[in-house]
């Protein structure tokens, strides 16, 4: 049975609104983050219909996210998740790479299940082997409808 469901940020609830940037999102927001006049709404958006689907579900499950960096913290979005998600992850802060089986063990640890109890969302195909490997369940991130569609599979059979 999933007790939570943890999801990526950058890229799986958040994207660049440059759909030509390949780059780290975290990466960009600290390049940006001092320069005059920045605005985070010119450069990032939190997917919407994602977060309201997300949103429709906190009421059926625990809900987390589990990010790389510290973009989370940023004043523009941290109130917005804080609406949705139990409680926000940093492999950053936690000292740990997501690409890295340990990252998911404490993962696991921190949220007092175990790996098999966790459904994992993330866009990165190494980060998911990664999670796959320490146990987790896993989806890996391609659009909303496919999310969607592999939550309610999830979500049916709970």
Do not use: W
Request: glycine residues 4%.
């Amino acid at each position: 049975m999933i007790k939570a469901y943890v999801f990526d940020l950058s890229r799986t609830l958040l994207f660049p609104k440059d759909k030509d940037y390949k780059g780290e999102l975290n990466k960009l927001y600290r390049e940006l983050l001092n320069t005059p006049n920045f605005d985070f709404s010119e450069h990032f958006y939190l997917d919407e219909e994602t977060l309201n689907y997300l949103r429709s579900l906190k009421v059926k499950c625990d809900l987390y996210i589990f990010t790389s960096g510290t973009i989370q913290n940023a004043p523009e979005i941290k109130p917005r998740l804080g609406e949705i998600f139990k409680k926000i992850f940093s492999a950053e802060e936690m000292g740990l790479s997501k690409k890295g089986v340990e990252a998911y063990k404490k993962l696991a640890g921190e949220l007092k299940v175990q790996p098999y109890e966790l459904l994992y969302v993330d866009d990165s195909e190494a980060n998911i082997k990664a999670a796959r490997s320490a146990g987790l369940n896993t989806v890996l991130f391609t659009d909303f409808m496919n999310l969607r569609k592999k939550l309610q599979k999830h979500l049916s059979s709970n």
